[in-house]
């Protein structure tokens, strides 16, 4: 039998040996790609250099997604996901290189094609098997992690629930302990709730099998019993982890900070710090250069059209609350006729509204109108992808309405949004619709990452522009 822990020792190696599979791989994909398309394996020089360059952007991408660190503790589905938009990535990528160096004209577009198709299948194959294989190995108790949990209140309870539905991420709960189990269930989705010993460390000795890891799930309050734990167990080499209960605070982003010496748990923070801003401003300005760049024709016939439709400006500009709940200006087609507000006072636009122009109808129906903000993406004012920024009268009425409300504005505000591709855009006349679209943005800003930023662009893009609830 293999020992317990053996990926875990030699993740490293493994992970080494997996990027040069995953190498190897997309260089026979291109191989027998061209062995379909042309008949022979005679590669001229310029197919050599593509099959060298995309084996090593392939190997940026799949990292860049985070493809080759530890799946455990984490869905099955969402690696398998995670691949797909790499590969999709890294076709786009090379399709731009060909087009940018004007060299595409040089190579088959079929090839290319069943290169890319070739090295999707191979890869979700492998890494089918490979997921697969790690799941079997742990059910049978084959790189497994045997952990005790300590405390049965709600954080326990929920805890234990959580990892049995994901016994594959090899974590094997073995018992719970409680100091006070009366009148307390005796068994909790299949593990048993046991006693907390007076003497925890003879207790764990007495183990027939050794425990890898202690979790303590106890409230923030319990520092005593804390410390009372690791004293009793600082002779054992086991993990120890500290579950904080924490959940039911309302977080944004809660995460370790080390300072020096100092452990600070952040309560509510932005995502956007450090390497995190360089990857997100990157990907802003290239993505919003090359829309910018495509869409010049349109965007030219559009700002021609509205100036033509009716009197006043081409653009719209409002002041709305940006990053960190900065004053900025947003930039519209103008849609509707030239109009006074009442001051302080500001009217969301509804359905058949009599201020919207016929041509301004179309621009909010089909998102049109929203183009112009590709240029605050570029003044480093908004983001593509990003919590939609509303008016400051609308954000001055929902912010003691809505808990946590302000905390959307913890990123850039963007062109479109997780709540936007759910559906919760256009009028919010209920405090309830206004309430959802919040809970979608904060989703977003807990959970970013830049491979969550291309799902959310490419569910707008398969989706549509196009909305019922866009007046």
């Given at each position: ?147 005790m949990v300590i405390g049965l209140g709600d954080l326990g309870g929920q805890l234990v629930q959580t990892v049995q539905q994901a ?78 209960d924490v959940f039911g605070l309302g977080l944004l982003k809660h995460s370790i900070t080390q300072v020096d010496r100092f452990s ?208």
């Amino acid at each position: 039998m293999l020992p317990r822990g053996l990926l875990k020792e030699y993740s490293r190696p493994l992970s080494l040996l997996l990027r040069g599979l995953d190498a190897c791989t997309i260089l026979l994909a291109g191989c027998l790609a061209y062995l379909y398309r042309f008949g022979d394996c005679h590669l001229s020089s310029a197919y050599l250099l593509a099959l060298a360059l995309g084996t090593l952007l392939a190997s940026i991408v799949l990292s860049f997604f985070g493809l080759y660190s530890s799946v455990r503790g984490h869905s099955f589905w969402r690696h398998i996901l995670r691949l797909n938009q790499a590969l999709l990535l890294f076709s786009i990528l090379l399709a731009c290189i060909g087009f940018l160096t004007k060299s595409g004209e040089l190579y088959s577009r079929v090839w290319f094609f069943l290169w890319m198709l070739f090295s999707l299948t191979a890869l979700l194959a492998f890494r089918f098997s490979l997921l697969i294989l790690l799941r079997l190995m742990r059910k049978r108790g084959w790189n497994e992690r045997r952990v005790m949990v300590i405390g049965l209140g709600d954080l326990g309870g929920q805890l234990v629930q959580t990892v049995q539905q994901a016994l594959w991420t090899g974590f094997r709960l073995v018992a719970i302990l409680d100091e006070h189990p009366e009148g307390k269930p005796t068994v909790i989705s299949g593990i048993p709730v046991l006693k907390l010993p007076a003497n925890l460390s003879d207790y764990l000795h007495a183990q027939p099998q050794e425990i890898d890891e202690l979790w303590l799930a106890l409230p923030l309050r319990a520092e005593d019993e804390v410390k009372k734990i690791l004293y009793q167990l600082r002779h054992h080499t086991l993990a120890i982890r500290l579950v904080l209960d924490v959940f039911g605070l309302g977080l944004l982003k809660h995460s370790i900070t080390q300072v020096d010496r100092f452990s600070m748990l952040d309560l509510n923070a932005s995502p956007m710090v450090g390497m995190n801003r360089v990857i997100k401003a990157l990907e802003d300005r290239v993505l919003a250069v090359l829309i910018l760049i495509l869409i010049s024709p349109l965007f030219l016939l559009l700002a021609l059209a509205v100036k033509l439709s009716s009197k006043g400006p081409i653009f719209f500009k409002q002041l709305r609350h940006g990053w960190d709940g900065r004053v900025i200006k947003v930039y519209k087609f103008r849609t509707m006729y030239e109009h006074q507000e009442k001051s302080g006072h500001l009217t969301q636009a509804s359905a058949k509204d009599q201020r919207v122009t016929p041509l301004g109808r179309f621009l909010r129906r089909t998102s049109l109108d929203e183009l112009p903000q590709f240029i605050n993406v570029l003044q480093g004012r908004m983001s593509i992808v990003g919590p939609r920024p509303h008016a400051l009268q609308h954000n001055e009425f929902y912010k003691d309405s809505i808990n946590a409300y302000m905390q959307r504005h913890k990123v850039k505000p963007g062109i479109t949004g997780w709540a936007q591709v759910n559906g919760w855009r256009g009028e919010t006349e209920t405090l309830e619709k206004m309430r959802k679209r919040v809970e979608f943005d904060l989703y977003y800003i807990e959970n970013w990452s830049p491979v969550f930023d291309l799902q959310i662009i490419f569910l707008t893009l398969l989706r549509g522009f196009i909305s019922r609830n866009a007046y």
